[in-house]
């Protein structure tokens, strides 16, 4: 398929709806728009004919659809448009042309989106705290001793090396979380019956929501309780535990102090005994 020419379509009016009249903003002699040509591109949002909203929210429903079998792309479509259009419109572009525009918004619409899957949890970053066979406690170490290369298996050239959470993984040895039905983390399992019967108040949690992006959300939920209970045992702080789990999982402390927060309202709610 030929590639359309945008600035023809729409800024020189060869669009059938526009019936050849050139855009009243397109500076013929500098091929620019003037409604963001040295300033912000809220006017070309508000007034270009171009509609620089549907093209973003176009852009932002493609991505959305790429994960469809992980997220429902119809609840996300709206205020990730939206959230993402407030952002751009506080932007200047240094050529003021609707292919760059729409270069820009392509861009933003692909970021944007996959912070959201990676907040939810949908999506997980390649980097090393995220992957199942680094060490929670400091020092950091790959805990992987084989992969799995051209069918064979080779010893971890990584394995025993003391790694830095955020840095990249390794693409043979990576292993981000996943979620089986008996949903269990590497480790020690705690031998008390209150966090055994708290697992299980997660886990039924997970296993009975039906919204997939809620249940990404509790999944990961699962894994912060989890690595707290544990680091909590080998006698961190809660605060030097939620430090570690943010390092280890690559979300900010607020993330996860926001979920654990989430956590204890939960089993309030469903534990008589918790408090």
């Given amino acids: 398929m030929a590639k359309k020419d945008m600035v023809a379509l729409f800024c020189k009016g060869k669009e059938r709806r526009f019936r050849g009249i050139v855009c009243k903003h397109y500076d013929t002699d500098a091929d620019e728009c003037r409604l963001f040509r040295e300033r912000p591109m809220r006017d070309v949002f508000e007034k270009g004919r171009c509609e620089p909203y549907e093209m973003l929210k176009r852009a932002v429903r493609r991505n959305l659809y790429g994960y469809s079998d992980r997220i429902a792309p119809e609840e996300h479509i709206e205020p990730t448009t939206f959230l993402t259009s407030v952002r751009i419109k506080k ?20 970021n944007d989106v996959i912070e959201l899957l990676m907040e939810e949890g949908v999506l997980w970053p390649s980097i090393c705290g995220i992957c199942v066979h680094l060490s929670v406690p400091k020092p950091h170490v790959c805990q992987r001793e084989h992969i799995m290369v051209d069918g064979k298996r080779i010893e971890n050239p990584h394995h025993g090396e003391t790694r830095i959470p955020s840095s990249q993984a390794c693409k043979k040895g990576f292993e981000p979380p996943v979620f089986e039905e008996n949903f269990d983390i590497p480790g020690p399992e705690p031998d008390s019956p209150v966090i055994i019967e708290m697992k299980t108040a997660l886990t039924k949690r997970i296993k009975g929501e039906t919204n ?19 680091l909590n045992q080998e006698g961190y702080s809660e605060r030097e535990a939620l430090e570690r789990i943010a390092e280890v999982l690559g979300v900010s402390l607020r993330t996860v102090e926001r979920d654990m927060a989430e956590i204890r309202n939960f089993l309030r709610e469903v534990m008589s005994f918790y408090c």
């Fill in 91 to 110: 932007k200047g572009l240094k050529h003021p042309k609707l292919p760059v525009l729409k270069a820009y918004i392509n861009r933003s619409a692909y």
């Fill in 212 to 230: 997939k992006n809620v249940r990404r959300k509790h999944e990961r939920q699962y894994v912060v309780f989890c690595r707290f209970v544990r």
